[in-house]
């Protein structure tokens, strides 16, 4: 059964503001470093879409076997206009940064506006078009949020590939800054190795290390977010585990980079000041680039890997160990 005309023509217009709205972000993700993960974006959009496709067209071909009689017509009304009007406003929203995007070029709030945009006008879109099956029944309110909720990640994902507003990301980083300094400084007083802090400055017996923004965090922590919302969104079948999975991801780079600020800290301590910028040399690699640099990849990658050994928890009592559990079973009774 192919689709129908209104399903088509949707998809069409949507994914054109799709379109425009990589255009958009191609200049973030070209001129700063901490968002060059967004070229993966439309790739793993792409793929969550193409692995989801068999669940959703299941779901649209499929009338709903839900007694529809108590959910009033007057209920859904109310829901299809609240919808409405996510759209309109989604509609708005994007129409807006597109007009500060054609007037001042490149700015945080137009690239702001249109990926707000873009996730309302995709959930609200999936949502209307939901109300009705292909035979022409109403479909239950239960399963329009259960279709709905399978673009989440393609909807709201694109608000990570794009800076936040200045003000905001300023904000965020001079805070995690502070924590960086106090917990290094801290961490050092316990451990009986003397240094004095002004401000985030940190005074050795060999030199003054400054906690720069680039030690503040969040540029893993954008990262990891990124990261942990595609494990959820692929791996993980329900809601609740996806948004710990995403909290584990905030936790893991908030720790792991005071980790990287200890070690840098501690590196300074022992060699000088100077000693963050000089290249490090590994066997069978090579120049990796400077202390610095070379430890922030690091941490990125302990961090996803982190994330990646904690799948396991969450897999106990959901559908994927059910599926495998059944699986040996019929091995066992084949064997």
Known sequence: MA???????????LAGFCLYLIWD??????????YSFGYLVPLFVAYILFDRWPTLKKLLFTPD????????????????????????????????????RSIAGPENPASLAMSSGFGALLLSTVFILSRKSFDGRRRGLKARATITLLFL????????????????ETRIRVALLTQVTVVVFNTFDIFGFPLIREGNILILPEGRVGVEEACSGIRSLTACLFAGSFLAAVFLDRFWKKALLVGA???????????????????????????????????????IGSVHDATGFLILIVTCIGLLCLLPLFFIGSRYTEAYEAGERAEEDNS
């Open 65 to 100: 076997p839900e007694d529809l009689a108590e959910e009033g017509r007057a209920l859904h009304a109310t829901f299809d206009f609240g919808a409405g009007l996510v759209w309109f406003g989604g509609l708005t929203l994007f129409g807006i940064g597109a007009l500060l």
């Open 25 to 34: 972000q191609l200049f973030w993700w070209q001129d700063r470093e901490d």
């Open 3 to 13: 689709l129908p005309r209104e399903y088509l023509a949707a998809a069409f217009i």
């Open 153 to 168: 990640f393609p909807a709201v994902i694109w608000l990570l590939s794009a800076p936040m507003v200045s003000v905001l």
């Open 249 to 287: 991801a905030m936790v893991l780079a908030v720790l792991t980079n005071f980790l990287r600020s200890l070690f840098l800290t501690f590196w300074a301590y022992t060699r000088g000041a100077g000693a963050l910028e000089e290249h490090w040399v590994l066997p069978l690699i090579g120049d």
